[in-house]
């Protein structure tokens, strides 16, 4: 709350000693004026059958984000957002809020969720942003850095972060000081240097290089160091877009290295998106594995969320997805097996399923399912998911 306290202070001493200086001509107000409210509210209703735990789990909770985002003032501008999740119609047989049940990352929590200053007024510099305080941060497919949006409390990062774009080139880094996770439990201070450089005129796409130096405050060898390199792109082929994505990193830390391996192709036609995929989290020898501590994992490796935490022996992720729109519905599906990358052992298998509806431009209803089997890892695993959710 430090660093969130000292980004409010900013906040209000921006615009108010600029208010003050410019009072006769109003652009204090004017910028106030000509902002831009913010609200997002999620119900959600969460099951969870799992073999490992004596009783099924259930969770109905309402998430709401409440927050103003100001007009321009001589480039800057100022946001400020709060969130609350509470539990609905006592809804509340889950863990950790109650023992014995699987649990659901959902808990009931009020908070600053981000609260931000930001420049984007540099003739000098045209195309670059600064921005600081906490704030929301995604990169790329969210696969190392994320919010994991899907929990009901999001993951934000208090830093300075600044972006640089001009062309077909973007850049961005950011320097963090606290992690603010999905559950209190994951909140922690952290010195991270965050590096994301992008070049959108690779043949059929994008070319990205990262390295994010992470590294978890008064914690002794927690250093974390990922370089990579991602290319995703897409070719037109009369009534065949073909895709390819293609990813590698390597990944240093005190008890050793680790690399990870992507490759997906795939083709869409008639409104119809077949993917094939393979992602490996490398082992080292089997005393440590690759891992994505900022990542929105929901996000990969099935939705069970059997995998938040790479086994010592690796994970090798093998999927086809499918995905269309109908009737205005977004429909996927998606096949996982899951495998060791070292050794021979064969974790399970994973089906995912989901349907969503927009309805209009502030609406969404859907349903969402996964089902692990298990062999070698985990407990069989059922989740299901209904939720509406309204938005600015």
């Given at each position: 709350m430090k660093d969130s306290a000292i980004a409010a202070g900013v906040i209000l001493s921006t615009l108010?000693?600029?208010?003050?200086?410019?009072?006769?001509?109003?652009?204090?107000?004017?910028?106030?004026?000509g902002g831009t409210p913010l609200l997002n509210m999620r119900l959600r209703h969460e099951e969870v059958d799992s073999d490992g735990a004596a009783e099924d789990a259930q969770a109905l909770t309402l998430r709401t984000r409440l927050g103003y985002q100001t007009g321009k003032l001589y480039g800057f501008d100022a946001m400020g957002e709060f969130e609350d999740t509470r539990i609905v119609g006592k809804v509340d047989n889950f863990a950790p809020h109650m023992s014995g049940y699987p649990v659901i990352a959902d808990p009931e929590v009020t908070e600053l969720n981000r609260a931000t200053v930001r420049y984007t007024g540099s003739d000098a510099l045209d195309g670059l942003v600064a921005t600081y305080g906490r704030q929301r941060i995604i990169y790329d497919n969210a696969r190392f850095v994320g919010n994991v949006g899907w929990r009901q409390d999001e993951q934000t990062f208090d830093g300075a972060k600044l972006d640089y774009g001009t062309g077909d080139f973007s850049f961005s880094t950011a320097y963090l000081t606290q992690v603010n996770g999905i559950t209190p439990k994951f909140d922690a201070n952290v010195s991270n240097t965050l590096l994301n450089a992008s070049w959108a005129g690779a043949p059929g796409g994008a070319l990205t290089a990262y390295g994010y130096l992470l590294e978890t405050d008064n914690v002794p060898d927690s250093d974390n160091d990922t370089y990579g390199l991602r290319y995703a792109g897409a070719f037109d082929l009369d009534a065949v877009k073909l895709l390819l994505t293609l990813e590698g990193a390597q990944q240093e830390v005190e008890a050793g290295d680790t690399d990870y391996v992507f490759a997906e192709v795939g083709a869409e036609?008639?409104?119809?998106?077949?993917?094939?995929?393979?992602?490996?989290?490398?082992?080292?020898g089997g005393q440590v594995a690759f891992q994505t501590p900022l990542a929105t994992k929901h996000a990969f490796n099935g939705w069970a969320d059997q995998f938040l935490v790479t086994p010592a022996d690796g994970l090798k992720d093998s999927f086809v997805s499918v995905g269309t729109k109908l009737a205005g519905f977004k429909l996927a599906a998606v096949y996982h097996d899951f495998q060791a990358d070292e050794g021979s052992s064969d974790y399970g298998t994973e089906t995912d399923l989901l349907v969503a509806r927009p309805i209009?431009?502030?609406?969404?209803?859907?349903l969402k399912y996964a089902d692990y089997s298990a062999d070698d890892f985990g407990t069989d695993t059922q989740k299901l998911w209904a939720w509406a959710e309204v938005k600015l």
């Open positions: 108010g000693v600029t208010g003050t200086a410019h009072a006769e001509d109003d652009a204090f107000m004017t910028a106030l004026k036609m008639a409104g119809v998106t077949v993917k094939v995929a393979q992602e490996v989290l490398g082992s080292d209009g431009k502030h609406y969404v209803v859907g």
